[in-house]
């Protein structure tokens, strides 16, 4: 399985950007449609948006993140990246990318959010003044 590597996590101030990144130091990200979550103290697993291999972006919750998060691939440096801009108190969570292989897909594929088999292990993002 894809073992996947995420990075970029702080702690900022409201307002602040960030910009985490996935990669894996075994696979093409290329071959794989990646997502971004999120997991907030108290609360269950969000997803915000899937990049296909063509590049093609779904966003999963449109409420809370207001167009404010845009993720991004590079298969020359083989990461997906998620942009954080005006970040806010309430966007202080884990972070999470997961992936699932595509190439055998369409290269507008998206998998539904609950159908990603592998997994990072998360890096922290903690917005507070």
């Known amino acids: 399985q894809v073992q996947l590597v995420e990075s970029g996590g702080g702690s900022v101030q409201p307002g602040a950007s960030l910009r985490l990144s996935c990669s894996s130091p075994?696979?093409?990200?290329?071959?794989?449609?990646v997502a971004w979550f999120r997991e907030a103290p108290g609360k269950g697993r969000e997803a915000i948006s899937c990049?296909?291999?063509?590049?093609?972006?779904?966003?999963f919750h449109v409420d809370s993140i207001q167009g404010r998060f845009t993720v991004y691939r590079d298969n020359a440096k083989n990461t997906v990246s998620l942009h954080l801009n005006t970040l806010r108190p309430e966007d202080t969570a884990i972070y999470y990318c997961?992936?699932?292989?595509?190439?055998?897909?369409?290269?507008?594929?998206?998998?539904?959010?609950?159908?990603?088999?592998?997994w990072g292990q998360g890096t922290q993002v903690t917005v507070s003044s």
């Open positions: 990049i296909s291999r063509a590049g093609n972006i779904s966003t």
């Open positions: 075994e696979f093409s990200l290329a071959d794989y449609a």
């Open positions: 997961a992936g699932k292989f595509a190439r055998d897909r369409r290269p507008t594929y998206c998998p539904r959010e609950s159908d990603y088999p592998a």
